[in-house]
């Protein structure tokens, strides 16, 4: 079976430079295996209310959506997994032959209601709050290690 590519739609560059390079490591690995796009959203205006600039990031993040696209969500309060159950949650994401798993991370301030109403999926990465950037390093992180976890390589152990 080939598997659809993976997406990430996400709020602003990594601008912090160790988890730029810890992203980039884990999308490294990532690639050998599956394709892998990332969209990245325009960080909303700071001098905006936080929950304007959420809404405007949200606009972003939801015209940039596709109907290929089968949207989770990153948010705290979504369903939380074990790696093993997240790796068959994604195999099964992948089943869908016209549909791609695509990953949306909020900014700074987390994400516009609109976007979390448009996702197939709530998943949380733990309980605790983390940083945008270090969220998406973790993800990354996750999605290796679940593509390992299918292939039975020794990487989870």
């Known amino acids: 079976m080939t598997l659809k590519p993976l997406r990430i739609v996400a ?10 390079a810890a992203a980039e490591h884990y ?3 990532l690639v050998r295996w599956r394709a892998f796009t990332e969209s990245i959203i325009k960080d909303g205006d700071p001098s905006l209310p936080i929950v304007d600039r959420n809404a405007l990031e949200g606009k972003g993040i939801l015209s940039a959506l596709s ?11 979504g369903k939380t997994f074990t790696s093993r159950q ?7 994401l992948s089943e869908n032959a016209s549909r791609r798993p695509c990953f949306i991370i909020g900014g700074a301030f987390g994400l516009d209601d609109s976007v979390k ?4 999926h709530l998943i ?7 940083t945008h950037e270090l969220a998406r390093v973790v993800l990354f992180e996750q999605l290796y290690r679940a593509e390992s976890l299918t292939r039975g390589l020794p990487y989870h152990h």
């Open 86 to 92: 997240f790796s068959v949650f994604l195999e099964r």
């Open 11 to 20: 709020v602003g560059r990594l601008k912090t430079p160790f988890w730029k």
């Open 124 to 130: 949380a990465l733990g309980p605790l709050t983390m």
């Open 27 to 29: 999308v490294e690995r």
């Open 117 to 120: 109403q448009a996702a197939s």
């Open 67 to 77: 109907a290929s696209d089968i949207p989770v969500v990153l948010d705290e309060r």
